[in-house]
C-alpha cells in the first residue's frame, strides 16, 4: 500500500485547511487510516483514525471539535478538514493505514511522506 499526502500549507490562526492522502494498491480500501503529526522537536502523535468504512471514527481531545476526518466514497482517501486551526497546531501532518486502526503509531504498517502545516499567529 502506497500513501499520497497532500494539502498542507501556511494559514492565519482561525483558519481552515484540508488535508489529502490518497492509497494506492491492493485492499488498501479495506484498511483504516490514521492522521499523525510531529512538531519541530517533539514526538508524533496521533491526531485522528477512521475505520475502513467511515463508520468509527476517533480524535486526540486537542483536536476534538475542530478537526474532522472522513473517507472518499471510493475509501481509498481520506480527508482532514481542520478547522479553527491554533499555532500549536502546527506540525509535519502524515496519513498512516493498517487493517485495524488505533491511535498507536507502532500499530500503521504504511506511511505517507508528510505534509507541512504551519500557522501562524
Known amino acids: 500500500v502506497q500513501l499520497q499526502a497532500s494539502g498542507g500549507g501556511l494559514v492565519q490562526a482561525g483558519g481552515s485547511l484540508r488535508l489529502s492522502c490518497t492509497a494506492s494498491?491492493?485492499?488498501?480500501?479495506?484498511?483504516?487510516m490514521g492522521w499523525f503529526r510531529q512538531a519541530l522537536g517533539k514526538e508524533r502523535e496521533f491526531v485522528a483514525y477512521?475505520?475502513?468504512?467511515?463508520?468509527?471514527?476517533y480524535y486526540t481531545n486537542s483536536v476534538k471539535g475542530r478537526f474532522t476526518i472522513s473517507r472518499g466514497n471510493a475509501k481509498n482517501s481520506v480527508y482532514l478538514q481542520m478547522n479553527s486551526l491554533k499555532a500549536e497546531d502546527t506540525a509535519v501532518y502524515y496519513c498512516?493505514?493498517?487493517?485495524?486502526?488505533?491511535?498507536?503509531?507502532?500499530?500503521?504498517?504504511?506511511w505517507g511522506q508528510g505534509t507541512q502545516v504551519t500557522v501562524s499567529s
Open positions: 494498491g491492493r485492499t488498501s480500501n479495506t484498511y483504516a
Open positions: 477512521i475505520n475502513w468504512n467511515g463508520g468509527i471514527t
Open positions: 498512516a493505514a493498517n487493517p485495524q486502526g488505533g491511535y498507536s503509531g507502532s500499530s500503521y504498517n504504511y
